[in-house]
């Protein structure tokens, strides 16, 4: 019951337009650090979300760059969703761009490393995704609402 609590004070500090402007500088820099001093095995965000650290090649330099990022595992075990909902933020988030370029990417998960392909989610399996996202964490309505974009989505697949 108590975690119950702390979840829904979590989902509704998070919809709040303070957290929008502060998270993104905060909570991925805490989670890389935890992340680097536990050789991969602990997220701090993880801890309310299932997380990933994302591993993608940069858009335009070309460049390896890691993201802790929340994500929603898919039952069979070898997918994830992502949300590139930026915390409600005006703009896509880096990332987002990156995977369009670069679709073929890593995660790290539970301390280990996984080729990953990603796609971005249209139509009917967007819509299909993203209520099924809503159900897993309320606020991404918040965020789509405070913005004018289409939220981008993508499911990750593992690679052989």
Not at 55 to 82: H, K, V
Not at 107 to 133: C, F, K, N, Y
Request: glycine content about 8%.
């Amino acid at each position: 019951m108590a975690r119950a609590a702390g979840v829904r004070l979590v989902q509704k500090v998070s919809s709040t337009r303070l957290f929008a402007r502060v998270a993104p500088q905060v909570i991925p820099a805490l989670d890389r650090g935890v992340h680097r001093l536990t050789r991969g095995r602990v997220l701090l965000s993880a801890q309310l979300l299932p997380g990933v650290i994302l591993t993608s090649t940069g858009a335009r330099s070309g460049l390896p760059r890691r993201t802790p990022l929340a994500c929603m595992p898919q039952e069979d075990g070898r997918g994830w969703l992502l949300v590139g909902s930026n915390f409600g933020r005006t703009c896509h988030p880096a990332w987002t761009h990156n995977l369009l370029a670069h679709p073929d990417a890593s995660i790290s998960v539970e301390g280990r490393d996984v080729p990953v392909t990603a796609r971005l989610l249209t139509g009917e399996e967007r819509a299909a995704a993203w209520r099924d996202l809503l159900v897993f964490w309320p606020p991404y309505a918040t965020y789509q609402a405070r913005v004018t974009r289409e939220i981008r989505l993508f499911r990750l697949t593992a690679t052989p």
